[in-house]
Nanobody, 123 residues
Framework: QVQLVESGGGLVQPGGSLRLSCAAS????????IGWFRQAPGKEREGVSC????????DYADSVKGRFTISRDTAKNTVYLQMNSLKPEDTAVYYC????????????????WGQGTQVTVSS
């Protein structure tokens, strides 16, 4: 069974850090680009970051550049999103998604999705 499972969300104060994990089962992430997306209440889903299958390209939304870092551990079949200097506007449900090889900003082109993990940044 093909599955993506996110974890690591939670409540954090502004300026704090979280590390999200996206673990795959039933297929190898090695051949897939993995994107992180987020959706806040009443807002459109937006791309946060993406890493291509061969790690040849990494993209970040302007709003998270310099604060978030995406990485992948092929041996663990897992992709991570390290989030530092968190702001209240980062509050959202975060999803990871997979598509073959290359990143794409259109979330409709992703084949597999996780269930999402809530990130809340608040004092």
């Amino acid at each position: 069974q093909v599955q993506l499972v996110e974890s690591g969300g939670g409540l954090v104060q502004p300026g704090g850090s979280l590390r999200l994990s996206c673990a795959a089962s039933g297929f190898s992430l090695e051949y897939y680009a993995i994107g992180w997306f987020r959706q806040a209440p009443g807002k459109e889903r937006e791309g946060v970051s993406c890493v291509s299958s061969a790690h040849t390209s990494i993209d970040y939304a302007d709003s998270v550049k310099g604060r978030f870092t995406i990485s992948r551990d092929t041996a663990k079949n897992t992709v991570y999103l390290q989030m530092n200097s968190l702001k209240p506007e980062d509050t959202a449900v975060y999803y990871c998604a997979a598509r073959p090889k290359f990143c794409d900003s259109d979330y409709g082109t992703y084949d597999y999705w996780g269930q999402g993990t809530q990130v809340t940044v608040s004092s």
